[in-house]
């Protein structure tokens, strides 16, 4: 099984990183398959340990990929978290690619109740998937997927999921323009 959520890691200096990942999850443990080079990767090498943030507020997962990543922490924990769990890295698998760095859950808290996730939510979520690969798929494919999840966005979109949404969106109008030259 695959989560999407927010991996925070720290590096030796203390300068925090925020990154959305779909986190593999199989029994007690935790598999982080960052892409070559990140700093997730070099963070999560160096010192051992991560936490990972169950949020709901899909403007975390937006806002990461567009470079807004000033939200509230206490620590390495998103204030916004819905519960979170610090896990250490107990083994590496190499790979050129997308090493596979297997961890297990040292504690885990719930801070608030989850409530549901609305389509926009989804949408949202799969947008930022789409961002987070616009160097890897054809535009033609990222265009005809964005048109589909806007259907459940205009659906059951809140004020958020639109603000995360416009990011999304503006990011993808610059990477064409970057691109169409």
């Known amino acids: 099984m695959i989560q999407e959520l927010i991996v925070t890691t720290q590096n030796a200096a ?54 807004r990543r000033d939200f509230a922490l206490n620590g390495l924990i998103l204030k916004c978290a819905l519960a979170h769990s610090k896990v250490e890295l ?30 926009a939510q989804y949408s949202v979520l799969e ?15 990222i265009d005809s997927e964005i048109a589909y999840l806007k259907i459940g966005l205009e659906k059951t979109a809140g004020q958020r999921e639109l603000e995360a949404w416009g990011w999304l969106m503006d990011e993808i109008e610059a990477f064409k323009k970057e691109n169409a030259k």
């Open 90 to 119: 107990v083994r590496v698998e190499d790979d050129e690619t997308r090493p596979k760095l297997v961890c297990k859950i040292l504690k885990t808290v719930n801070h608030a109740p989850f409530l549901g996730f609305n389509r």
């Open 14 to 67: 203390g300068i925090i990183h925020l990154a959305p990942m779909g986190v593999h999850i199989h029994g007690d443990e935790i598999a982080i398959l960052p892409f070559r080079p990140s700093t997730t990767l070099t963070n999560l090498l160096e010192t051992k340990t991560a936490v990972l943030n169950y949020c709901d507020d899909v403007r975390i997962f937006a806002g990461c990929l567009t470079g």
């Open 127 to 141: 947008a930022a998937i789409l961002v987070s690969r616009l160097k890897m798929l054809p535009l033609e494919k």
